[in-house]
T-cell receptor, first 109, second 112 residues
Framework: GENVEQHPSTLSVQEGDSAVIKCTYS??????FPWYKQELGKRPQLIID?????GEKKDQRIAVTLNKTAKHFSLHITETQPEDSAVYFCAASRTALIFGKGTTLSVSS | DTAVSQTPKYLVTQMGNDKSIKCEQN?????MYWYKQDSKKFLKIMFSYNNKELIINETVPNRFSPKSPDKAHLNLHINSLELGDSAVYFC???????????FGDGTRLSIL
């Protein structure tokens, strides 16, 4: 079955810096890769997703890149703000969403 | 209006009891899911239903039984609760196929 590895598990940056979270997946048949943000005590919320026929997608300060050959995808957040502090999850899907173990991002002002 | 709603929000009970969690979505989605998030924040798929039919059943103890009376509802019944069942249970829904999933607010289950 699918296995998703996510790194780093924690990430601390200064406000205004960029943050990068990386994930790898094992099942080459996976074709959908969403990213979720979860604030403390809240539900996971979709922030951006990418499909296997696209290499990069951007939405304001957030971008995701996908390398199908290497089976890895990354989340890039530019100009980080304190409100970006949360746990971020990557996931890969062929029939079901398989999540990485999460990255706790802390943005200090 | 809440898109995916779960009840109850908190559930505190003793080992050995039986409990149910209810989930409803008003997004018109065909597919609904149950996830378990443990104390280390790891999110794991438990079940998935498409239009009332079970399509994903991960390695979950058979004490957990999902039921979907219609495509807008997916309930989770748990028999003989154990300490290890303590977690946050999230319901989610999506259109069929690889589409964005919308999560409910979660049910925090605590076993005493």
């Amino acid at each position: 079955g699918e296995n998703v590895e996510q790194h780093p598990s924690t990430l601390s940056v200064q406000e205004g810096d960029s943050a990068v979270i990386k994930c790898t997946y094992s099942d080459s048949a996976s074709n959908y890769f969403p990213w979720y943000k979860q604030e403390l005590g809240k539900r996971p919320q979709l922030i951006i997703d990418i499909r296997s026929n696209v290499g990069e997608k951007k939405d304001q300060r957030i971008a995701v890149t996908l390398n199908k050959t290497a089976k890895h995808f990354s989340l890039h957040i530019t100009e980080t703000q304190p409100e970006d502090s949360a746990v971020y999850f990557c996931a890969a899907s062929r029939t079901a969403l398989i999540f990485g173990k999460g990255t706790t991002l802390s943005v200090s002002s | 209006d809440t898109a995916v709603s779960q009840t109850p929000k908190y559930l505190v009970t003793q080992m050995g009891n039986d409990k149910s969690i209810k989930c409803e979505q008003n997004l018109g989605h065909d597919t609904m899911y149950w996830y378990k998030q443990d104390s280390k924040k790891f999110l794991k798929i438990m079940f998935s239903y498409n239009n009332k039919e079970l399509i994903i059943n991960e390695t979950v103890p058979n004490r957990f039984s999902p039921k979907s009376p219609d495509k807008a509802h997916l309930n989770l019944h748990i028999n003989s609760l154990e300490l290890g069942d303590s977690a946050v249970y999230f319901c989610a829904s999506s259109q069929v196929g690889d589409q964005p999933q919308h999560f409910g607010d979660g049910t925090r289950l605590s076993i005493l």
